[in-house]
């Protein structure tokens, strides 16, 4: 379970994206060779950057995009993989750790032996709920199965309190849908009415599978829908979930149940294994309102059906051979348009990076990630926030009094890198070797479990929300710190043996990024110490938001097919890390570069090696499928507006390709925030 509320990450992986799959070794490198030097850097730039690139790398079959990150990745899952073929191998002499990792790996490649147990593991848990006699008991059994991780009703964690970061508080939110986002179910257009028509034919198919008729698993697929609808009506969308104020409900123990009376809470906080506490964030304090009109008006035969379907859903992916494909065929062709499922291996990597990414992550970090990949790139990155902390002081719209605030943030931020200095110990998770099911149960109750071990308890600052092979970064607002993990701090991203300005490029831009996060929209309202707390002026507050609304408008004008824009609302925080941290990194580059010899390199000034780093780590080619879903559901731009938006606001970089006044790199309203 990642934390539920603020977290940005560098891009993101699609949670139904199928990462990875060709055959060759890719060479991960910054690649001249892959420029498309026929189009005008002028004209678009991304295309003459990546267009030898996107030529060249056709999606593979059993994805629905493929970029560079999805290369490294993928090399990153090689190393993983042999990794975990020794640790798999039974013998006398393998540690603890070794033991889980490659037990759990082992139990998971096991197809015919998983096939043949059948839903053995997940008996007790459908009996539990064709056993539901009455509402009043809902709440035990809901407890059960937010503890093995199905997402039923709403969402039950443990977070910082908004305004007091030092404080571990519970917290309920909104949840219990199975289509990405509340809007798949209330947007009127013919595509979405599509993707809803056949999200009901899948959950027939898996009743079915579960061994219903077909009439009464058309029954039952209908009435979770009617009921996923409601809870979908009740819930916050996207964008204003990206406004902290609008999450934030401190409210007792007992306000809170009478949001949604009809709910046994005290039953259910019992169960679900949470210590004993007086208050709570109720992030969404409407929706426990619509939960609670459904929990009186839906038939107790339509919970059971909706309890089962969600549990069968959450497991889906381990369980029988039937069970993955029906999956897959909707989570994977329909909505993002993969044509085949990657092969078990990559799929039995990545689970184990997801249930144990602690104990891989760790020889992980031991292979590939010394002492000396920490200090060079923390070198870079306090080089970053002095560059950042100069940007600040030179900004002509800011009044000194907020200057001075912003400084003494950027001086609070903690660098984190590659790995945590303690690694998580997850010795008290039993894993067997014939029970891949059953040991992904018990690591997700483990995950639960550590959650609501956080409540009430002193802030965990050292603790990791990535492990360490992950090919992504993130700022934490309420923590306020950064975090790359090793799995990042690789070619393309950082190559030794190459120039400074394509490391910039690379892995510095990424640090500018997650810094200038903690100064964008949202993460402006947070302070040092990671409070909600405003500390701007008002007419420093009211520039920054003109300016936010330049980018909004420029992002919101970019399209990826008909019908289906960018929206600069919802990407309005990773647009301005982009454009924050590209600028950043450039200016720490010309600091580098300051008295240095600075010799052309392939025909290209460091200043162009800069932005085609840039640009390269963003070459993607994605299927419209995958591309209708992102826009929706991302907070990221499309790898090409990352690129070509942010260019169109630098001065910097018409000067270094030389482009001319109005042409559509160098538009006459560009957008500046930081
Ligand atoms: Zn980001």
């Known amino acids: 379970m990642l934390k539920t509320v603020f ?30 030097k026929s189009a005008d850097p002028c004209v678009d730039f991304y295309q003459f950057a990546c267009g030898g690139w996107l030529k060249a790398n ?91 991780g199905v997402d039923v009703l709403f969402q039950f964690s443990s977070g910082q309190d908004f305004k007091d970061s030092g404080e571990v508080i519970a917290q309920a939110d909104q949840g219990g849908i199975g289509l990405p986002d509340r809007d798949y179910y209330l947007k009127d257009d013919p595509k979405s009415a599509e993707l809803r028509d056949k999200y009901v034919v899948h959950m027939q198919r898996m009743m079915q599978l579960l061994g219903e008729k077909p009439e009464r698993a058309k029954a039952d697929a209908a009435a979770i829908m009617r009921l996923e ?52 964030n109720a992030v969404w304090p409407d929706f426990f309102k619509a939960l609670d009109t459904q929990l009186r008006a839906t038939s107790l035969e339509d919970w059971r059906a909706y309890l089962t379907w969600h549990l069968v859903h959450a497991q889906a992916r381990i369980l029988p051979a039937a069970f993955v494909s029906e999956n897959f065929d909707y989570f994977g062709k329909t909505l993002t348009g993969a044509k085949e499922i990657r092969p078990r291996w990559k799929r039995c990597v ?81 894993i067997k070797r014939d029970d891949p099911l059953g040991n992904d149960l018990r690591a997700n109750e483990f995950d639960f479990q550590r959650w609501m071990n956080k409540i009430g308890k002193p802030v965990d600052r050292a603790e990791w929300q990535m492990t360490p092979p992950t090919v992504n970064a993130y700022y934490d607002p309420q923590m306020n710190n950064i975090n790359f993990p090793a799995g990042i701090l690789q070619p393309p991203f950082f190559d030794n043996d190459l120039d400074d300005a394509v490391n910039f490029g690379g892995v510095g831009m990424v640090i500018g990024h997650e810094l200038t996060h903690g100064f964008d929209d949202q993460g402006r309202q947070f302070d040092a110490v990671g409070n909600l707390k405003d500390w701007w002026t008002e007419a420093d507050a009211k520039e920054f938001e003109t300016r936010a609304t330049c980018l909004a408008d420029e992002y919101s004008k970019f399209s990826v097919a008909p019908g289906a824009n960018v929206n600069g609302r919802l990407t309005l925080g990773e647009n ?48 419209e499928e995958a591309a209708r879903l992102s826009v929706q559901t991302n907070p990221h731009s499309p790898a090409r507006f990352r690129v070509n938006g942010v260019v169109q606001n630098m001065p910097e970089f018409q000067k270094a390709f030389s482009c001319k006044a109005g042409q559509p790199m160098t538009p006459v309203n560009s957008c500046r925030v930081w």
């Open 576 to 623: 301005t890390a982009d454009n924050g941290g590209v600028r950043v990194a450039l200016m720490a580059l010309e600091t580098v570069l300051a008295n240095r010899q600075r010799p052309e390199i392939g025909g290209f000034t460091p200043e162009q090696r800069f932005f085609l780093a840039y640009g390269q780590i963003w070459c993607e080619n994605e299927r």
């Open 58 to 148: 056709p999606i593979p079959s059993d994805q629905a995009r493929w970029g560079r990150f999805d290369e490294l990745m993928d090399r990153n899952r090689e190393t993983l993989h042999a990794i975990l073929e020794e640790a798999a191998k039974p013998s006398a002499g393998r540690d603890s750790v070794t033991r889980q990792i490659g037990d759990y790996y082992a139990a998971c490649m096991d197809e015919k032996g998983l096939d043949a147990r059948g839903l053995a593991s997940l008996e007790p848990d459908l009996a539990r709920i064709r056993d539901l006699k009455d509402k009043a008991a809902l709440a035990g059994l809901v407890a059960r199965l937010h503890r093995i």
């Open 350 to 430: 990545d689970f184990t990076d997801a249930e144990l990414g602690e104990a891989l992550g760790r020889k992980f970090a031991e292979r590939t990630f010394g002492k000396q990949g920490k200090e060079r790139t923390l070198a870079m990155v306090q080089a970053i926030e002095k560059s950042l902390g100069e940007d600040i002081q030179q900004l002509s719209w800011m009044s000194p009094a907020t200057k001075q605030q912003a400084a003494i943030k950027l001086q609070a931020i903690a660098n984190k890198i590659g790995y945590p200095d303690t690694w998580r110990d997850y010795s008290s998770i039993t």
């Open 229 to 280: 609808t409601e809870l979908a009506k009740g819930s916050l969308d996207l964008v204003s979930r990206r406004d902290p104020e609008k999450q934030y409900h401190r409210l007792g123990a007992k306000d809170f149940a009478a949001l949604s009376p009809s709910f046994a809470w005290s039953q259910y906080y019992a169960a679900v294994g949470a210590p004993e506490f007086q208050s709570l």
């Open 7 to 36: 977290f940005t990450l560098l891009w993101i992986a699609s949670a139904l994206a199928q990462p990875a799959a060709s055959s060759k070794p890719p060479s991960v490198r910054f690649d001249i060779g892959a420029l498309d």
